[in-house]
């Protein structure tokens, strides 16, 4: 038998990803029909006292994550904040980084996560909302004070990764910020947004490194101030971003996800180096075109055999969305359904998928030549991806794999895909930048050795 505390604590463990019906289903592959929701709410209540047998135990550890192969013998150190569901965190888990600090605030986002990545207890810290560690949502915080939480609440890290949100700035008056001691430059500058708790975690940290990654429009948003503040921010911070000066339909710091898997997926990925480290010299994601594939996968790879019928479109939502896209073309416009066959590349998968599905929908055998009510149209009409067909096409899962952990509803899977990242992407991204990350490293250890000894 497991003792009782140690049964106690790995249930608990599990049900920060799966709930209570899920784990009595998992735990009655052992031990059949000796499992409910109720039994296992009681014991969290302690109102009953249940042991898990040897293989009952076993069994549930097999729900929690293993740790990397390199964790024990891990090259570097790096923090993942905006983690979403942790696409970036496999792309740098896989060059041998250790993650020790994670911040999201989602809590589906979360289950996902934490069912899929390890959380090792001595040296990972787990965080929701990142304004808890920049107390920037806190008036009467000096900037001393915060860079102060900051540093006891943030573990050491050489890199930072940080998919944050894409927000409009609006500078805040100085005046205020002066006279709680505050400085000009980013601090002013980014205020009230959330790449300034990033840039407060940098300035406070000083990591080696960063990657941040945002939506190709974030060159574009608010007629370009957006972007100009932040690369602004990034230089007075001390590090030299990567193509800083690239623009154009010629930006390497804009990836295709297509290059990597049958999706149209443009990111903009920021790459910094701190400056005084000098790691940079030659260093550009053009390079990422080396490590493209030379066998991507189809999206006919990627389908599942014998998807459910529910994600078939319904015949009334199939109705609408074609219509919907006729009358479209009649003004000339561009909106409409995104129909595509197991040889094309997918349009973007959006965090909006689970609505309609219109971006992408499989087709069955749909005719043009034919009336839409046609009864072989009907019969064939299109359907949605599954959410594992949506891992696979962000590459959390190769062609016909299932290992990525989905312990969420369907709508909020498609929400999850849909807001992360193509893990190839990253992966390459971070292949690239590990030599510099490991020197960036050995660098940075000597200055500190020569601080200590002054």
Known sequence: MAPDNDGLTLLKQTLESYDQKYIAGYLNEISPESWNREKINRWLSGKASPRLSYAEYVHLLGLMPKAPSTHQKHDFDFVD????????????EGIGGRC????????YSVRTYKANHYSDPEHHVFNDDIR????????????????????????????????FPCQPFSIAGVSKKNSLGRKHGFECDTQGTLFFDVARIIAAKRPAAFVL?????????????????IMDALDELGYWVADAEQAGRKDYKVIDGRHFVPQHRERIVLVGFRKDLNVHDGFTLKDVDQLYPKHKPTLGDILEKNPDPAYILTPHLWQYLFNYALKHKAKGNGFGYGLVKATDVARTLSARYHKDGSEILIDRGFDPDLDLHNKQNMENRPRRLTPRECARLMGYDGPGESDFRIPVSDTQAYRQFGNSVVVQVFAAVATLMKSRIIEARRLDAAVQKRKLAA
């Open 81 to 92: 904040l905006f983690a979403g569901i942790g696409g970036i965190r496999k792309g740098f």
């Open 100 to 107: 020790v600090f994670t911040s999201e605030w989602n809590p």
């Open 132 to 163: 808890k560690v920049t107390l920037s949502e806190q008036e009467d915080v000096t900037e001393d004070e915060a860079y102060r939480h900051i540093d006891n609440a943030v573990p050491d890290h050489d890199v930072l990764l940080a998919g």
């Open 213 to 229: 990654e945002n939506v190709k429009n974030l060159k574009s948003h608010d007629k370009g101030k957006t972007f100009r503040v």
